[in-house]
Structures are given as structure tokens and as C-alpha cells.
């Protein structure tokens, strides 16, 4: 039988012919272990692009020869290796007749039997170079297709740098967005799609209201990138799509998506430039207390939140709507939300009761709808007209204090 030195012999088989994401676990040096079945049972390997070959501890053979995954007819010969530290030393060769990773099958691997009892595996380059083109990113390995089409790096810092010019500029217009998962298209045809790129996507398919797609990818960036990203901020914002997605979407976990929420709120809360966060977050809690079928009381209280918050970044106050100054789009919407939730709130309450709506909650919900109408919001205008209400006059001290403004 012929002596083997750093020669493997195998015929891979792999299945299918898409783009193939591995996940890996991050080890404390440093090294990086990815998940396999050797001969059906489950092992970790060390991802090892410095190593030759595929080798395993004498504990592991003897695992899979007493559990009868290989046997005599296996073994294929002895190998002289040298050592890390100068000597050289006889090693057994084994045949593996199926190492899986990630649903790749890869058949009849010749591995290294190392002296050493309690070795690491290692999947080293005999096997790494048969995979055909790869991409480290962080802790996920990407085996490409065959028919996958590298960038080159002039097209590569165009993209890169037109993607960054309009997430950099704010831009949130829908061709912007657009834009943006044309240009991520191209990088994930070219299977190169990096850590930022696919937030990019899923911010994105945020923003133009594509929440299935953007469930999907946002779930994809924390299995990937939430242990290795150094950025707090990109973290936060994926967390944030996540948690719009879940409560928004049909297929999303409603109950992930307020854990989610919660967990995103004290970071934006700090954060007054997070505009989007402030817009979106009563509608958020709106439907999610809809989903939960027990009125709206948190909704109420973060809407008004809200509302104090964008004041306080606009430099105003609610004396100034009271005086019929014109506020921005935004604030008007949120005054004309407040009739809206109040108005579910307090009807939720009466037929859960069966009782008629009391005087406070017809004021409370009269005085807001005046508000909201002093902000030439037209449903709210047309309500206080055909209540007969003046919504052109001010608000006394009382009343402001009776909706919860000081």
C-alpha cells in the first residue's frame, strides 16, 4: 500500500449550483470552528486555510471506528509528517467517505489520523481549494457558484462609493431606495455582498414598506454580523428594522419584534437625530397593541412622547399650535394619530364595559380633534365642522392641561 505524504484523493459532490452562506463560530484566538457530519455524525472542524490537509485526533477516529462509521476496509496507509516542532512523525491515513458542510457533500476525504489523543479537526486546504472560489466575511463563509462573476475593483469603488454617497446624504426618497437595491443586486450577483452592503438592502426594503423581504434580510445581518460588527449604530438600526418588519409583516413574530424594539429604544432615545425612530415608533406600537386585542394605552402615552420629543426638536411647544402656528408634515400627522388612537382606545374600553362613551372621553377627544384641525389636518377639520366645534379659537390653560400638556 502506498505511503501518502500531504496527497489527498476524493471526488467532491455538490449539490446544487446557488451561492452557499456558512455560518462559523468564533473561537477565543481568534480561529473560526464551522459545523459538519463526518460520516453522518456531527463534528466541529477549524476553518484552517494554513493547514495542507484534513486531519483528525486519534479520539475521533476511535469514536467513528466504535460506532462503526468506518472500518478496516478505511484505512489506507501510513504518512511520514513533520510536526510543529521540527520532527517528523508516522501518521495514519483514513478515508472519509462523506464529510457534509453546510449541505455540501464532499466524498471519499482522505484524512491525517494525528498522534496527538485530543487534537483539533482541521479542514485544511486540500479540501478548502476543491470548494472552488470562497468569501471570508467576518464568521460567514461563502462558497460561490460556478457561474458567479467577480467585480472588478474600478467597478467595485464605484458601487461602493455611490452607495455610500446616498446613505451618507440621508436620501429616503423611494428611487433613492430603488437605487440602492439595484446597486446591492449587482453585488450579490457577483456573490461579494458584504456586512454594510446588506444593511444597506434591508434598510432599504425598510423604507419602501417591503417588510417580508426586509424580515428576511434583516434576520440574515443578525445571524451573520450582530457578534462581529464593530459598529453599535449599524447594530441598533438593524435591530430597529427587525422589530418594524416583525410587527408589520403577516409572516413576522410580533412578540420578537417589541423584544426587539425594546431592546433598540434607550439607544435612540438618546439620540435626537433619529427622526425615523420618533415617526414610526407610535404606529409600531399601535399595531402591535391592535394584534394584542387589549386597547391602546401604551400607544397613547408614546404617541404623546412622540409628539412632546419632535416639539422639543423643533424648537416649539404646544402653545405655539395653540397660537396656529404651521408645523412641519410630521407633527401635523402625529396630532391627527392622537384623535385617531384616543378614539379607538375609548370605544375598545365602552364595548368591552357596554357602556356610552362619558363626558371626559368626548372632550378629550373633541380637544384633540380641535388640535389637530389648528394644523389644517382635513379629516380633523371636517369632524370639528360637523360637530360644530371653533377650532380656529384657542385652547384655555385648562384644556391644554386636561390632554396632558402643561
Same mark, same amino acid.
Given at each position: 500500500?502506498?505511503?501518502?505524504?500531504?496527497?489527498?484523493?476524493?471526488?467532491?459532490?455538490?449539490?446544487?449550483?446557488?451561492? *452557499?452562506?456558512?455560518?462559523?463560530?468564533?473561537?477565543?484566538?481568534?480561529?473560526?470552528?464551522?459545523?459538519?457530519?463526518?460520516?453522518?455524525?456531527?463534528?466541529?472542524?477549524?476553518?484552517? *486555510?494554513?493547514?495542507?490537509?484534513? &486531519?483528525?485526533?486519534?479520539? *475521533?477516529?476511535?469514536?467513528?471506528?466504535?460506532?462503526?462509521?468506518?472500518?478496516?476496509?478505511?484505512?489506507?496507509?501510513?504518512?511520514?509528517?513533520?510536526?510543529?516542532?521540527?520532527?517528523?512523525?508516522?501518521?495514519?491515513?483514513?478515508?472519509?467517505?462523506?464529510?457534509?458542510?453546510?449541505?455540501?457533500?464532499?466524498?471519499?476525504?482522505?484524512?491525517?489520523? *494525528?498522534?496527538?489523543?485530543?487534537?483539533?479537526?482541521?479542514?485544511?486546504?486540500?479540501?478548502?481549494?476543491?470548494?472552488?472560489?470562497?468569501?471570508?466575511n467576518g464568521n460567514?463563509?461563502?462558497?460561490?457558484?460556478?457561474?458567479?462573476?467577480?467585480? &472588478?475593483?474600478?467597478?467595485?469603488? !464605484?458601487?461602493?462609493?455611490?452607495?455610500?454617497?446616498?446613505?451618507?446624504?440621508?436620501?429616503?426618497?423611494?428611487?433613492?431606495?430603488?437605487?440602492?437595491?439595484?446597486?446591492?443586486? !449587482?453585488?450579490?450577483?457577483?456573490?461579494?455582498?458584504?456586512?454594510?452592503?446588506?444593511?444597506?438592502?434591508?434598510?432599504?426594503?425598510?423604507?419602501?414598506?417591503?417588510?417580508?423581504?426586509?424580515?428576511?434580510?434583516?434576520?440574515? /445581518?443578525?445571524?451573520?454580523?450582530?457578534?462581529?460588527?464593530?459598529?453599535?449604530?449599524?447594530?441598533?438600526?438593524?435591530?430597529?428594522?427587525?422589530?418594524?418588519?416583525?410587527?408589520?409583516?403577516? !409572516?413576522?413574530?410580533?412578540?420578537?419584534?417589541?423584544?426587539?424594539?425594546?431592546?433598540?429604544?434607550?439607544?435612540?432615545?438618546?439620540?435626537?437625530?433619529?427622526?425615523?425612530y420618533w415617526l414610526?415608533? $407610535?404606529?409600531?406600537?399601535?399595531?402591535?397593541?391592535?394584534?394584542?386585542?387589549?386597547?391602546? $394605552?401604551?400607544?397613547?402615552?408614546?404617541?404623546? &412622547?412622540?409628539?412632546?420629543?419632535?416639539?422639543?426638536?423643533?424648537?416649539?411647544?404646544? !402653545?405655539?399650535?395653540?397660537?396656529?402656528?404651521?408645523?412641519?408634515?410630521?407633527?401635523?400627522?402625529?396630532?391627527?394619530?392622537?384623535?385617531?388612537?384616543?378614539?379607538?382606545?375609548?370605544? /375598545?374600553?365602552?364595548?368591552?364595559?357596554?357602556?356610552? /362613551?362619558?363626558?371626559?372621553?368626548?372632550?378629550?377627544?373633541?380637544? /384633540?380633534?380641535?388640535?389637530?384641525?389648528?394644523?389644517?389636518?382635513?379629516?380633523?377639520?371636517?369632524?370639528?365642522?360637523?360637530?360644530?366645534?371653533?377650532?380656529?379659537?384657542k385652547l384655555t390653560?385648562?384644556?391644554?392641561?386636561?390632554?396632558?400638556?402643561?
Amino acid at each position: 500500500m502506498r505511503v501518502l505524504l500531504f496527497v489527498l484523493l476524493f471526488v467532491i459532490s455538490i449539490i446544487g449550483n446557488a451561492q *452557499t452562506s456558512i455560518k462559523m463560530d468564533k473561537q477565543l484566538d481568534g480561529t473560526y470552528k464551522i459545523s459538519c457530519k463526518i460520516n453522518g455524525a456531527p463534528m466541529k472542524m477549524l476553518f484552517d *486555510t494554513g493547514a495542507s490537509v484534513v &486531519s483528525i485526533s486519534k479520539s *475521533t477516529a476511535m469514536y467513528l471506528y466504535s460506532n462503526e462509521l468506518i472500518d478496516e476496509n478505511d484505512f489506507i496507509g501510513i504518512a511520514k509528517v513533520k510536526i510543529a516542532n521540527g520532527d517528523i512523525t508516522d501518521n495514519m491515513i483514513i478515508r472519509l467517505k462523506d464529510v457534509e458542510i453546510g449541505g455540501l457533500h464532499l466524498k471519499n476525504v482522505e484524512a491525517v489520523v *494525528t498522534s496527538s489523543l485530543n487534537a483539533p479537526l482541521l479542514l485544511g486546504q486540500s479540501v478548502i481549494s476543491k470548494l472552488g472560489k470562497i468569501t471570508l466575511n467576518g464568521n460567514i463563509l461563502i462558497i460561490h457558484s460556478s457561474n458567479s462573476q467577480s467585480l &472588478s475593483k474600478e467597478e467595485r469603488d !464605484k458601487i461602493d462609493n455611490r452607495l455610500r454617497m446616498l446613505r451618507a446624504n440621508r436620501i429616503t426618497d423611494k428611487e433613492a431606495n430603488f437605487e440602492i437595491l439595484d446597486i446591492v443586486k !449587482k453585488i450579490e450577483e457577483s456573490g461579494e455582498l458584504n456586512e454594510y452592503e446588506l444593511f444597506c438592502k434591508l434598510v432599504s426594503e425598510s423604507n419602501i414598506n417591503n417588510n417580508d423581504e426586509a424580515l428576511v434580510d434583516a434576520k440574515k /445581518w443578525l445571524e451573520r454580523y450582530s457578534l462581529e460588527t464593530d459598529s453599535v449604530d449599524l447594530k441598533m438600526r438593524t435591530i430597529y428594522v427587525s422589530a418594524r418588519a416583525n410587527i408589520l409583516s403577516e !409572516k413576522g413574530d410580533k412578540e420578537l419584534g417589541m423584544k426587539h424594539l425594546k431592546r433598540c429604544s434607550s439607544y435612540f432615545e438618546k439620540d435626537s437625530l433619529a427622526r425615523f425612530y420618533w415617526l414610526e415608533l $407610535p404606529n409600531l406600537y399601535f399595531e402591535y397593541e391592535k394584534y394584542k386585542g387589549d386597547g391602546y $394605552p401604551t400607544t397613547i402615552y408614546i404617541a404623546k &412622547s412622540t409628539i412632546n420629543h419632535l416639539l422639543k426638536a423643533e424648537g416649539l411647544s404646544v !402653545k405655539d399650535i395653540n397660537n396656529n402656528m404651521c408645523l412641519d408634515h410630521d407633527i401635523k400627522l402625529h396630532f391627527a394619530f392622537m384623535s385617531f388612537i384616543y378614539y379607538q382606545h375609548f370605544n /375598545w374600553i365602552n364595548e368591552k364595559n357596554n357602556s356610552p /362613551w362619558d363626558s371626559n372621553q368626548d372632550k378629550t377627544i373633541k380637544l /384633540w380633534y380641535i388640535l389637530a384641525a389648528k394644523l389644517g389636518y382635513p379629516q380633523a377639520i371636517d369632524f370639528c365642522k360637523q360637530s360644530n366645534m371653533d377650532y380656529k379659537r384657542k385652547l384655555t390653560r385648562k384644556e391644554l392641561e386636561f390632554i396632558g400638556f402643561d
